[in-house]
């Protein structure tokens, strides 16, 4: 389970004042990134105040019972000051994305949130700090398999105000799939990509993009991973074994996401954890590598 | 047909039992009551059945728990709960003092395990009633579930009756019967106070690349908009043979659904999976029913309860496609 | 995983019956067989099976005779039919050619009506295979279906057995029952050669307003994707209970849907209600079928049927919430 | 039943030929009459040239299994020359019509039709005969109730070209449910009202607008009626009493409305006509007053 946040990050990070609620918020804008890839962004102001990086909504697909529940979506990112717009990064995998992406500007769907945990941010670097170059400070990694990147942006925005420059590891089975790139602002990011096919970036997976990173000299990284439950496994164990801090974005099928209904689980890995099988929607969608099995 | 509005009396009392409004959160969908105070007041409905529970804590069935169906959804969590103890010393005591009827839904694998369950919550303060699940596999019978047998419901609804005298008791059948009339008319020989019905029908998803099923536990049950026509024909059914007050449920999303479920026989409903897409659910049927009612002019929702005219007597027990 | 594109099998041998795809359109969502042709041609799928045939030509319920529900609906047609005799002058010679498999769907409110039916059927030209409708209430023993009696079962199965010895054997299980295994090892004893479920579910919608049930015989069945995890369920469970082959059947719209029918033991399948909301169903659902198989280099799609691998042996028989 | 058209009328009224078919139409534009009543336009030219006055097509309110039939729905009217859009007026009326409401221009929706039997249309008046007082010939009266008033601006279209000038008498709960009169092109129709709240027109029921038009000298009117079941039944008595020559379109729940189902049978009035039940969708939604029972 994520360990409780010290004080000085809770402000930026997960704040138990914001309670979750119920709203229904209009599409202000709903752009095809690619075939199968849609940036969604919705008139939610309370909720995107509200939100913290990590965090998820259950969407409504379509008004009506098709589909019955609503959809698990990382918030992408909040735009305005005060922040009013909440984005949503998807990608269509079935019949209730498929749904959603059919809705037109003006549309308004029922949302349900913030919910989970969010991400563990670390202190505000000091000025001083935060003048040294990046390689004598921790770096804050972020890594990103397929539409994982989703909720990248959020997490690098909150990272870059506490005054790091963290780093992307962006996996992909193509180029194409590399999508959300112009949400992180550029150059407020160093990126590397890993291509299946190699069209982009080095041919493989983003676990060889780690490799070396955990291996080179210097402060312990720390690792914020988001993608398929394979690759999660992967680099979850790569860290372990490196001995570095590192957080699971996990994915589960969630009928409700506020924790009543028990079956959004994943097992702990220690079978006599209390509870046994932690909820993915209330204990997580955020976990420590090595406390459960995704 | 509109009357000028009048206050509409929500009260609806089922035996022993007097709720403020037909409105109950089903077990297994509203966790041990506190989980959904950020969306609305528990007090603003008539009560709510905690997670089942059993003599020692569950951890229940592995991951995948559930899966979407068309308007429904299958789950097996495997009854995971924290146990009639910690049920008594964490939870029990959140909800004492609010203005709502707590029952606590209880199962055993045994018929010894429902009875222990039963005699330990008997007297538990702040709780009002307790709710048997029958749909609980029986682990002495092959794993066939208690509620299909009208020999083995009868034993182990008499036996907890004696165990638990102080408290109300409700008999929550399976649908997964051939004739749930007699079911019924077990329990309520055996002493039931109130019939809940129903529990989730047999199901089974099929993740076809894998070809395996979704669900870890292979079956689950079925819940949700799909089945409400199959338990609105159940409460039908057991309005017709006993005349115990009844809570249906299965489906039920909005204040029509439950009103229906009124006019077919029921003295109460509950609402469960509409919780996990709407968690307001419970709130806006209460509401709605209260407001349907005064739009007509009905005093008292209570009057509506078997209020279905039949319009021949040749109803047929077949689906006459 | 994706092979080279490769030609698809796609004939389905069940028993005595062979068809050249695993898709057949449902008894009573395809009228006599000639409606649709409009939209597709019947050669295109495996087979159809006719609205359910009684001795005499049956006028049906009066309206309202069907009931939209979630994902679902409910019909009580009443087995309205034109009778054996019409079917076989008027309605099957239109048919006689046409390179698709012929069924004619049989029910009897007695048993006799049964046997007679079935040896009208015997021997008809251009007829390929009886399905004997059990869901049909029994009016000598009040009106109980047939199909929830393995004890009737065996009895009118065996009879029109003997009364059509020449006709492929299709018998028709209803679900709702508590152990469909039961039925469907009665209907193999006595000599089914092939099993066809589900029939629709029982239910009951309400009018609200006018405290009515919407439909004119009370109750009726259900169909349509709302019921597709049922069924999965109890082609599961008979194809655990018995060895024969199975059409299954119970809101396929789809190949996947389809493919999963056929992974969880069944043969062929049926496509009913998606006729209704879009008339290519059937066929649509054949052509998926077979760019599935291809898309994964499978070379037989009957090499799919009961390939379902169970995880645990642990499976239990219940809901378990 | 309707009896067999004579052949003069073929062309301009129901063609067997036109086999009914199945399509996807996109939405061209979709406004709001009223608070609940809308005006559809699709883009549908197959469906438009081969529908005729009377006849209804089946159409999907949304995409998905929500709801899950599709719902029958008069053709309003066609445009272009040759006709390439079909216009459907509907009321929102429950589930499918409240989602229908909500979709957007631009949306597609499947469409099956054209089907049912429509309107017998009278001969084609003589050039003589359409010279002639109108008085002075059968006059054809379309009977609207509510939203029944939907299926007659292309009733009239009809008649206009075989050189008649109908009457509308159009009854409604009150005056802002007289709605698509627009549709039906200025001066081309003499138009009557009723509301039962008096709102506009004559206070009730057009059944009383009807009576006196029954009562008159000269030759028979022919009727058109198309609202509730009970002005149905109503006119339908009228008409008969009158010895009227009276054309019901009728409603009824339609599962298929392609004739498999059997789900939309009306109960013929002799319990010996074949068949017994009549199917609203194939051998109507148009009969004979007196013929069937709605
Ligand atoms: C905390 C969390 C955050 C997520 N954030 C994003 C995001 O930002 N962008 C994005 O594209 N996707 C995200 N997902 C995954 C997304 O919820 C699923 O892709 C989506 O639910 C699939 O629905 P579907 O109907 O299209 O697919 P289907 O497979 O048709 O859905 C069928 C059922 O499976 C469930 N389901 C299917 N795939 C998943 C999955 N991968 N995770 C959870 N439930 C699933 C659906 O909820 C539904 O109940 C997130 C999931 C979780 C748990
Ligand atoms: C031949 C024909 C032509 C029609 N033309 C029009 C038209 O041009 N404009 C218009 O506004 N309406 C028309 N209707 C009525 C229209 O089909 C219904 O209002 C609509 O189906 C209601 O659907 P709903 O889901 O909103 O209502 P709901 O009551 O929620 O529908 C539930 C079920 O009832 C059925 N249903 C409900 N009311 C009716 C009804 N009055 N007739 C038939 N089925 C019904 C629906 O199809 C659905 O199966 C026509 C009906 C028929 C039979
Ligand atoms: C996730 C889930 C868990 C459930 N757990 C229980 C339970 O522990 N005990 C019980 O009696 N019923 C349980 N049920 C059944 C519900 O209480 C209710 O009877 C059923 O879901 C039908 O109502 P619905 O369609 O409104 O959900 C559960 C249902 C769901 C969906
Ligand atoms: C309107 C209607 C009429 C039906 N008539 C018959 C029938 O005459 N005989 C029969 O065996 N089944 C009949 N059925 C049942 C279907 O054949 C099928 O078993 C059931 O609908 C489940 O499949 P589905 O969900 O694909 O519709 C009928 C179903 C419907 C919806
Ligand atoms: S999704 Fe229901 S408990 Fe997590
Ligand atoms: S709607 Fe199916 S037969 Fe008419």
């Known amino acids: 389970m994520v360990g409780g946040p010290p004080p000085k990050i809770k402000?930026?990070?997960?704040?138990?004042?914001?309670?979750?609620?119920?709203?229904?918020?209009?599409?202000?804008?709903?752009?095809?990134?690619?075939?199968?890839?849609?940036?969604?962004?919705?008139?939610?102001?309370?909720?995107?105040?509200?939100?913290?990086?990590?965090?998820?909504?259950?969407?409504?697909?379509?008004?009506?019972?098709?589909?019955?529940?609503?959809?698990?979506?990382?918030?992408?990112?909040?735009?305005?000051?005060?922040?009013?717009?909440?984005?949503?990064?998807?990608?269509?995998?079935?019949?209730?994305?498929?749904?959603?992406?059919?809705?037109?500007?003006?549309?308004?769907?029922?949302?349900?949130?913030?919910?989970?945990?969010?991400?563990?941010?670390?202190?505000?670097?000091?000025?001083?700090?935060?003048?040294?170059?990046?390689?004598?400070?921790?770096r804050q990694i972020l890594v990103a398999g397929g539409v994982g990147i989703a909720i990248f942006p959020f997490v690098a925005e909150a990272l870059q105000r506490l005054g790091h420059r963290p780093l992307l590891l962006f996996g992909a089975r193509s180029a194409r799939d590399l999508v959300g790139l112009p949400l992180f602002?550029?150059?407020?990011?160093?990126?590397?990509?890993?291509?299946?096919?190699?069209?982009?970036?080095?041919?493989?997976?983003?676990?060889?993009?780690?490799?070396?990173?955990?291996?080179?000299?210097?402060?312990?990284?720390?690792?914020?991973?988001?993608?398929?439950?394979?690759?999660?496994?992967?680099?979850?164990?790569?860290?372990?074994?490196?001995?570095?801090?590192?957080?699971?974005?996990?994915?589960?099928?969630?009928?409700?996401?506020?924790?009543?209904?028990?079956?959004?689980v994943v097992a702990a890995s220690d079978p006599n954890a209390v509870p046994p099988y932690p909820r993915v929607c209330t204990e997580g969608p955020v976990f420590e590598a090595g406390s459960v099995r995704p | 047909m509109k009357k000028k509005p009048a206050p509409v009396d929500m009260r609806v009392t089922l035996g022993p039992l007097t709720l403020k409004n037909p409105v109950i959160a089903a077990s297994g969908t509203f966790g041990y009551g506190t989980e959904l105070q950020p969306y609305f007041d528990l007090e603003a409905i008539g009560g709510f059945v905690s997670k089942g529970l059993s003599l020692k804590p569950r951890r229940g069935n592995a991951p995948t728990r559930t899966c979407e169906t068309?308007?429904?959804?299958?789950?097996?969590?495997?009854?995971?709960?924290?146990?009639?103890?910690?049920?008594?010393?964490?939870?029990?005591?959140?909800?004492?003092?609010?203005?709502?009827?707590?029952?606590?839904?209880?199962?055993?694998?045994?018929k010894d395990e429902y009875v222990a369950v039963a005699r330990r919550l008997n007297g538990a303060q702040g709780l009002h009633a307790i709710e048997l699940n029958l749909s609980c596999p029986n682990t002495e019978r092959g794993g066939l579930a208690f509620g299909v047998s009208p020999v083995l419901i009868r034993e182990v609804v008499a036996e907890v009756r004696r165990a638990a005298p102080d408290l109300p008791l409700l008999v929550k059948l399976t649908p997964n019967i051939t004739a749930i009339g007699e079911a019924a008319r077990a329990a309520a020989d055996a002493g039931a106070d109130i019939l809940s019905l129903v529990n989730t029908f047999l199901g089974l998803a099929v993740d076809l690349e894998r070809r395996r099923p979704v669900l870890d536990n292979v079956v689950g049950g079925l819940s949700g908009p799909a089945i409400k026509p199959l338990a609105l024909y159940m409460v039908h059914k057991v309005y017709a043979a006993t005349r115990l007050p009844i809570v249906g449920?299965?489906?039920?999303?909005?204040?029509?659904?439950?009103?229906?479920?009124?006019?077919?026989?029921?003295?109460?409903?509950?609402?469960?999976?509409?919780?996990?897409?709407?968690?307001?659910?419970?709130?806006?049927?209460?509401?709605?029913?209260?407001?349907?009612?005064?739009?007509?002019?009905?005093?008292?929702?209570?009057?509506?309860?078997?209020?279905?005219?039949?319009?021949?007597?040749?109803?047929?027990?077949?689906?006459?496609?």
């Not at chain 1, 804008?29 to 965090?55: E, I, K, V």
């Not at chain 1, 998820?56 to 697909?61: E, P, R, T």
């Not at chain 1, 190699?198 to 291996?215: D, F, I, K, Q």
């Not at chain 2, 407001?291 to 027990?317: F, K, M, Y």
């Open chain 1, 185 to 264: 602002g550029r150059g407020r990011v160093d990126v590397k990509f890993a291509t299946e096919d190699g069209s982009r970036g080095t041919r493989g997976y983003v676990t060889s993009l780690l490799e070396p990173l955990l291996a080179a000299p210097g402060p312990r990284p720390s690792l914020y991973v988001c993608g398929p439950t394979p690759m999660l496994r992967a680099v979850g164990d790569q860290a372990q074994k490196a001995g570095v801090p590192c957080q699971l974005a996990l994915e589960s099928q969630m009928p409700c996401g506020i924790g009543v209904c028990l079956g959004c």
């Open chain 2, 70 to 110: 068309a308007a429904g959804m299958l789950n097996a969590i495997g009854l995971a709960n924290v146990g009639v103890e910690a049920f008594l010393s964490d939870k029990l005591p959140a909800l004492r003092g609010k203005d709502t009827v707590v029952i606590a839904n209880v199962f055993g694998e045994t």
């Open chain 1, 11 to 138: 402000e930026v990070c997960y704040s138990p004042a914001s309670m979750p609620f119920d709203t229904a918020a209009r599409i202000l804008s709903h752009d095809a990134l690619n075939s199968d890839h849609f940036l969604l962004t919705l008139d939610a102001p309370r909720m995107a105040r509200a939100s913290r990086p990590g965090q998820f909504v259950m969407l409504q697909a379509q008004p009506g019972r098709d589909p019955l529940l609503r959809r698990p979506m990382s918030v992408c990112g909040v735009a305005g000051s005060p922040p009013r717009r909440l984005q949503i990064l998807y990608k269509v995998t079935g019949h209730g994305t498929r749904l959603l992406s059919r809705q037109p500007r003006g549309a308004t769907l029922a949302m349900l949130g913030p919910l989970g945990n969010g991400f563990r941010l670390p202190a505000r670097a000091s000025r001083a700090a935060a003048r040294r170059p990046d390689a004598t400070r921790p």
């Open chain 2, 249 to 321: 449920m299965g489906g039920i999303a909005s204040a029509e659904d439950a009103l229906e479920f009124l006019v077919a026989g029921s003295g109460a409903v509950q609402v469960g999976t509409a919780n996990f897409y709407d968690p307001r659910a419970p709130l806006t049927v209460a509401e709605g029913m209260e407001a349907w009612c005064r739009a007509r002019g009905i005093p008292r929702v209570q009057d509506l309860t078997g209020t279905l005219r039949l319009p021949n007597a040749r109803e047929q027990e077949t689906t006459a496609g």
